[in-house]
């Protein structure tokens, strides 16, 4: 019976530590692009996917880019729980096609997080945002 213990510990830890972390596990740190924005009205078209972008830090602050604005706060995560503190933005007019109040507002808004591959999802009350690494 004590094989039978230790073979199934070994498998067990064997199985975490080869398929990775669990959703939350590795943190929000990096530096990230966005690839799509899921708002309470549907998909919203990104122009530029470059110009929406977050860097989160260790320390708990984050830097975003809002179309042609910048932005910084600070955030805490807790398992898959994610706040972000509310942001201070710069305000220039970026024009029409701009999505700076979305990408602003979910980011405000957001309440958990998930690493999934290579992307970052981050989920707020009206829908969700995709980040890729930024290169």
């Known amino acids: ?3 039978l213990s230790l073979g199934i510990a070994a498998l067990l830890t064997l199985s975490c530590s080869d398929f ?4 939350g596990e590795a943190g929000l740190e990096g530096a990230w692009e966005l690839q799509s924005l899921q708002i309470a009205s549907g998909p919203a078209q990104l122009v530029e996917p470059g110009s929406y972008t977050a860097d989160f830090t260790a320390d708990g602050r984050v830097a975003a880019r809002a ?6 706060g600070s955030y805490s995560w807790t398992g898959t729980g994610l706040e972000i503190g509310t ?4 305000r ?3 024009g029409d096609q701009s999505l700076f109040n979305e990408y602003v507002s979910a980011l405000d808004g957001a309440a ?3 690493r999934s ?3 970052l999802w981050i989920r707020h009350p ?8 930024r290169r």
């Open 92 to 94: 220039a007019h970026c």
């Open 20 to 23: 990775g972390t669990s959703p």
């Open 67 to 72: 179309d042609c604005n910048r932005c910084s």
């Open 126 to 133: 009206g829908g969700s945002l995709r980040f890729a690494p």
């Open 117 to 119: 591959g290579s992307s």
């Open 1 to 3: 019976m004590r094989n």
């Open 112 to 114: 958990s997080f998930e």
């Open 87 to 90: 942001l201070a933005c710069t």
